[in-house]
């Protein structure tokens, strides 16, 4: 293997002249692998049939398409970005029924697109991939139906929330009720009258809550942390909104451009905490505490003791209602265990239940794991990622050749739209792979010098965002550090405009 180091702003060709080194390559085509067909499988597969490529596959675990949105149908289940700007920014959708479309709209707007772009013929489905090695210069793939499989690009295109986690609570087997995670609903289990205990309050807590509780005989949510809710307004466009949407393409524009806008005040108070934006957004979730809870008892439970922002804000524009029912009582005593009637307290008390939801979340670390990927020389995955999942851009690891993510680690999950992150980032991609498919090298990966300087820079900054203000939080490592990128949107899109070369290991 030969590296070909470039200058800054020198051409690859250049470099290789340079050297005395030939740009003929029999290198043209590459195979490609994407490992998913959520929102970002889809993506790839759209926009590399753009750009040209033909000798592409997707492999995905379900029998269906959609990820997050496939995998998630609680009650309530719903997107916390304005609709208009959780689309493809070349696929508008005028059809969206209210200002945040609920998980069922998003899953038959990807399905739309997947029918009108023709995607389905590339899909593998029930086919997880379970290994994948570097080896002689290709990624030798290994799929959970026992398919062997071989390409030069890796797409990881997996998603974040798609391992639910169960907190380790004692005793949960032993609860004779109907039991579930969240993105496990079972929705054969009848709930009208039931008494009912959701474990979290996280925003899929908060939802549910919103959904059942004018619903359920009794609604106990389980609260070990108090979470900042920050009020929304969530209009809902009628039959003439969505025609001024189909025939008007400046008024669908208009609407991205307004969610745009809110989204870059956000981006620009959470990554620094000193923030006048972060001051006024902490205003606002007090307000909304303070003026539309009215018992001082539950006003005091529902009350953090951490500034707004330090978690994933909850956006709402009806929880408090929801939480104020006659129906509802907010349980802040520690859970002891849970038995086979209930859930036992601290205290002693036994809150009795029909239906045990466990709303806690996912293993937002996992990423593409728990599949095996090894790298050149053999490098686990797993060993790189001991300490915590790291990449050069949230995008590409050294020693990983050719091995590209989506929403990878430290990238701005926290703040964007991962969609708009998803094509910003493919188009940074298709310019890494354009040196492969010109011939102009066969493996590219990003040095790790290059690498290192990034990742102490970006845990640097994160140092100034209001995720460091003290809380516990899903965006944290296990060292405390804010796991996501630190920066403005605007510094995002200009780094993704383009590669800098420099950064990267090019080699025959």
């Known amino acids: 293997m030969r590296v070909i180091r470039i200058m800054k702003d020198e051409p690859l060709s250049s470099a290789k002249a340079r050297r005395g080194e030939s740009n003929v390559s029999n290198f043209t085509e590459p195979r490609i692998v994407i490992i998913g067909a959520g929102m970002a499988g889809i993506l790839s597969v759209i926009k590399l049939r753009e750009a040209g490529y033909r000798d592409f596959v997707v492999y995905e675990k379900s029998g269906r398409i959609g990820g997050t949105w496939r995998e998630n149908t609680y009650p309530g289940v719903a997107c916390d970005v304005p609709a208009h700007l959780y689309t493809y920014s070349f696929e508008p959708n005028p059809e969206w029924n209210s200002t945040f479309a609920t998980g069922a709209e998003i899953q038959r707007y990807f399905e739309r697109v997947v029918e009108k772009y023709d995607v389905r013929p590339a899909i593998r489905f029930n086919e997880a991939v379970d290994v994948c090695e570097f080896i002689d210069g290709r990624?030798?793939?290994?799929?959970?139906?026992?398919?062997?499989?071989?390409?030069?690009?890796?797409?990881?295109?997996?998603?974040?929330?798609?391992?639910?986690?169960?907190?380790?609570?004692?005793?949960?087997?032993?609860?004779?009720?109907?039991?579930?995670?969240?993105?496990?609903?079972?929705?054969?289990?009848?709930?009208?009258?039931?008494?009912?205990?959701?474990?979290?309050?996280?925003?899929?807590?908060?939802?549910?809550?919103?959904?059942?509780?004018?619903?359920?005989?009794?609604?106990?949510?389980?609260?070990?942390?108090?979470?900042?809710?920050?009020?929304?307004?969530?209009?809902?466009?009628?039959?003439?909104?969505?025609y001024e949407f189909r025939t008007n393409p400046a008024a669908l524009d208009r609407m991205r451009v307004e969610a745009n806008e809110y989204f870059r005040k956000f981006s620009s108070a959470v990554i620094d905490a000193d923030s006048a934006e972060m001051k006024e957004i902490e205003a606002a979730c007090l307000a909304n505490l303070e003026n539309n809870v009215k018992d001082p008892v539950l006003r005091e439970k529902l009350r953090p003791n951490y500034r707004a922002g330090c978690k994933r804000l909850i956006f709402s524009p009806d929880f408090y209602t929801a939480i104020q029912h006659p129906n509802a009582h907010v349980i802040t005593d520690a859970i002891e265990r849970v038995e086979a009637n209930g859930v036992r307290l601290k205290s002693g008390?036994?809150?009795e239940l029909d239906v045990l939801v466990v709303a806690t979340g996912f293993r937002t670390d996992s990423f593409i794991r728990p599949a095996v990927v090894r790298g050149r020389d053999g490098i686990s995955l797993d060993d790189v990622w001991a300490d915590h999942p790291i990449a050069y851009l949230s995008i590409s690891i050294p020693k990983f050749p050719n091995f590209f993510m989506l929403n990878g680690p430290n990238g701005p999950v926290g703040n964007f739209s991962l969609i708009l992150i998803a094509e910003n980032q493919l188009n940074y991609i298709l310019q890494l792979m354009e040196k492969i498919r010109a011939g102009e090298c066969r493996e590219i990966a990003p040095r790790v010098d290059a690498s290192s300087s990034f990742e102490a820079t970006r845990i640097e900054a994160a140092k100034k965002s209001i995720w460091a203000t003290g809380c516990k939080?899903?965006?944290?490592?296990?060292?405390?550090?804010?796991?996501?990128?630190?920066?403005s949107r605007e510094r995002f899109f200009d780094v993704m405009k383009q590669p800098e070369f420099e950064a990267y290991e090019l080699a025959d």
Do not use: M
């Not at 499989?149 to 609860?175: C, Q």
């Not at 079972?186 to 009258?193: C, F, N, R, T, Y």
């Open 349 to 351: 008390e036994l809150r």
């Open 473 to 487: 939080s899903w965006y944290l490592d296990q060292h405390g550090v804010p796991a996501s990128w630190p920066w």
């Open 139 to 242: 990624w030798r793939l290994k799929t959970s139906t026992g398919r062997d499989d071989v390409a030069d690009v890796v797409i990881a295109a997996s998603g974040v929330l798609h391992h639910p986690f169960t907190a380790d609570i004692p005793g949960l087997a032993d609860f004779t009720g109907a039991r579930f995670h969240s993105a496990q609903w079972d929705h054969s289990v009848p709930l009208e009258g039931k008494r009912v205990g959701v474990i979290g309050t996280g925003s899929t807590a908060i939802q549910i809550t919103s959904a059942i509780v004018d619903k359920v005989g009794r609604f106990d949510l389980f609260q070990r942390t108090a979470q900042w809710v920050c009020p929304i307004e969530d209009k809902s466009y009628s039959e003439n909104d969505k």
